[in-house]
């Protein structure tokens, strides 16, 4: 079955603090994992993919297929990075989201 | 905004009544996606269709509730004898199918409110 859990459903942290959001996933073939972010009145919208191998807005997540994590790292959070954020997994031709983290950066 | 536009964005009905929301996709995407999100979840995959096939059904999507995509273009979802248990956010997201890219992009979502 496939499944992404997230942990953690509220996440606090001064800025300036490093950040991890965990996300944890279960998927018996090679899953493509996701992290989406929902500002404030905005659209769920990508935030990088594991394939990519990219940093976004400072934002880093490695795949760790022996621990089945893909948890997202940033290492000085900004308050502009307060958001919900959903691990995804696509598996076959949909992809199924976690619950979401809400983070929240305090001044 | 040539994003995904979904219509409309809030809706309120009364227990018993159909509704429908349509969802209009980026023009080239061949992919369409339906999810549900309710508070303090995650969106939740109820269908898809690839150009105007349908794919996928979740389990959540029960009877009453339909998806068409006539044309490969836009895309309706229906829910029939509403109840209140499906107040929710509806979004539609669309993507390409291509090897490499296959991110998909969201709709500002439908709101309904059943009471």
């Known amino acids: 079955a496939q499944r992404v859990t997230q942990p953690e459903k509220l996440l606090s942290v001064f800025k300036g603090a490093p950040v991890e959001l965990k996300c944890n996933y279960s998927?018996?073939?090679?899953?493509?994992l996701f992290w989406y972010v929902q500002y404030s009145r905005q659209r769920l919208q990508l935030l990088l993919r594991?394939?990519s191998r990219e940093s976004i807005k400072g934002f880093t997540a490695d795949l760790n297929k022996g621990e089945t994590s893909f948890h997202l790292k940033k290492p000085f959070a900004q308050e502009e990075d307060s958001a919900m954020y959903y691990c995804?997994?696509?598996?076959?031709?949909?992809?199924?989201f976690g619950p979401g983290t809400s983070l929240s950066v305090i001044p | 905004d040539t994003g995904v536009s979904q219509n409309p964005r809030h809706k309120i009905t009364k227990r018993g009544q159909n509704v429908t929301f349509r969802c209009d996709p980026i023009?080239?995407?061949?992919?369409l996606y339906w999810y549900r999100q309710t508070l303090g979840q995650g969106p939740e995959f109820l269908t898809y269709?690839?150009?105007?096939?349908?794919?996928?059904k979740s389990r959540l999507l029960s009877d009453r509730f339909s998806a068409e995509r006539p044309k490969g273009s836009f895309s309706t979802l229906e829910i029939q004898r509403t109840e209140q248990g499906d107040s929710a956010m509806y979004l539609c997201?669309?993507?390409?199918?291509?090897?490499?890219?296959?991110?998909?992009?969201f709709g500002q979502g439908t709101r309904l409110t059943v009471v």
């Open positions: 997201a669309s993507s390409l199918s291509t090897v490499g890219n296959t991110e998909a992009f």
């Open positions: 998927y018996s073939g090679s899953p493509e």
């Open positions: 594991h394939i």
């Open positions: 995804a997994l696509r598996g076959g031709d949909k992809v199924i």
């Open positions: 023009s080239e995407h061949n992919r």
């Open positions: 269709f690839q150009n105007e096939a349908q794919l996928e």
